[in-house]
Nanobody
Framework: QVQLVESGGGLVQPGGSLRLSCEAS????????MAWYRQAPGKQRELVAL???????NYADSVKERFTISRDNGKNTMYLQMNSLKPEDTALYYC?????????WGQGTQVTVSS
């Protein structure tokens, strides 16, 4: 059974930091491209950051130089370090594992940026 479990969300003030984690089980983690998506109320789900099997990384323009994606294949875990958080970063953050033929999603972790 495939499971992706996100953690690390919460309430933070503008300018603060959070570190999200996504722990995977039931998949050959190192063979998957991993990604973080987010969905704010009333908006479409959007790609935040992606890291390939070989470590190639892409970021949405809105998070460049503030967020850092990484992965630890030995721990089957992906991370998202989020710094200089803004109210517009408030959303439900999802982790995704993908190959050319399979996609798996986690349940999401809420990030709220507010004073």
């Amino acid at each position: 059974q495939v499971q992706l479990v996100e953690s690390g969300g919460g309430l933070v003030q503008p300018g603060g930091s959070l570190r999200l984690s996504c722990e995977a089980s039931g998949i050959a983690f190192s063979m998957y491209t991993m990604a973080w998506y987010r969905q704010a109320p009333g908006k479409q789900r959007e790609l935040v950051a992606l890291i390939s099997q070989v470590g190639s990384i892409n970021y949405a323009d809105s998070v460049k130089e503030r967020f850092t994606i990484s992965r630890d294949n030995g721990k089957n875990t992906m991370y998202l370090q989020m710094n200089s958080l803004k109210p517009e970063d408030t959303a439900l953050y999802y982790c995704k594992a993908q190959t050319l033929i399979r996609n798996y999603w986690g349940q999401g972790t809420q990030v709220t940026v507010s004073s």
